[in-house]
């Protein structure tokens, strides 16, 4: 009987941390990354190298979406952490990318 409580406890403690580790690293890339943009880009007609590295949101994306997943196994609405995560870390994602194919 303890067994039934744990996992779904469990599952919701976890799914609420990856959810806030991924939401906060795609708050904090996004706004660096925005502003990095915004420096980066006027400069790349004059200099052919300068691009964001894509490895920070795709970290961030895959702790939104292990939280997503580990939501599915606690019976309360914890999902909206991840949701959160993974939509804040598509934005830098979209911007490295559009940095890398500009070039």
């Given at each position: 009987m303890r067994a039934e409580r744990l996992i779904p406890n469990t599952a919701w403690f976890l799914s609420l941390l990856l959810g806030q580790a991924s939401l906060l690293l795609g708050l904090m890339v996004g706004l660096g990354w925005t502003f990095a943009?915004?420096?980066?880009?006027?400069?790349?007609?004059?200099?052919?190298?300068?691009?964001?590295?894509?490895?920070?949101?795709?970290i961030g994306l895959a702790l939104g979406a292990v939280g997503l997943l580990?939501?599915?196994?606690?019976?309360?609405?914890?999902?909206?952490?991840?949701?959160?995560?993974?939509?804040?870390?598509t934005v830098p994602l979209i911007l490295a990318l559009l940095l890398l194919f500009l070039r």
């Open positions: 943009f915004v420096v980066i880009f006027p400069q790349q007609r004059a200099a052919a190298h300068g691009a964001l590295p894509i490895e920070p949101p795709l580990l939501s599915r196994f606690c019976q309360e609405p914890i999902a909206r952490f991840s949701v959160a995560g993974l939509i804040a870390n």
